[in-house]
């Protein structure tokens, strides 16, 4: 079991900033892939980023690449994402999750998954 936590959102006006933070616990995460999904109001959860833990290898979708840079810490066992010039398009609950699978940007390959955190941006 892997068990996660995410903290870091709220309310930000367009074109600020906001990071994103995920505690992990449980396994060793050496051979997990870690991402972050956002769902908005009446839409369906979607891939925004995902890091490789042992190597660091990214992916982003490109809705947000140049804008978002996703992150971990092996000593803190935490994953970050942090998320510049934001837009009103960004407004979702953002989700935590972790998979085995090999850059994986379907939903349905993570098995693990955070509670959620809400980010706002105002135009």
């Known amino acids: 079991q892997v068990q996660l936590v995410e903290s870091g959102g709220g309310l930000v006006q367009a074109g600020g900033s906001l990071r994103l933070s995920c505690a992990a616990s449980?396994?060793?995460?050496?051979?997990?892939?870690m991402g972050w999904f956002r769902q908005a109001p009446g839409k369906e959860r979607g891939f925004v980023a995902s890091?490789?833990?042992?190597?660091?290898?990214?992916d982003y979708a490109d809705s947000v690449k140049g804008r978002f840079t996703i992150s971990r810490d092996k000593n803190k066992n935490t994953v970050t994402l942090q998320m510049n010039s934001l837009e009103p398009e960004d407004t979702a609950v953002y989700y935590c999750a972790a998979t085995t699978f090999w850059r994986t940007r379907r939903m349905n390959d993570y098995s693990y998954w955070g509670q959620g955190t809400q980010v706002t941006v105002s135009s």
């Open positions: 449980g396994r060793t995460l050496s051979s997990y892939v």
């Open positions: 890091i490789t833990w042992s190597a660091g290898s990214t």
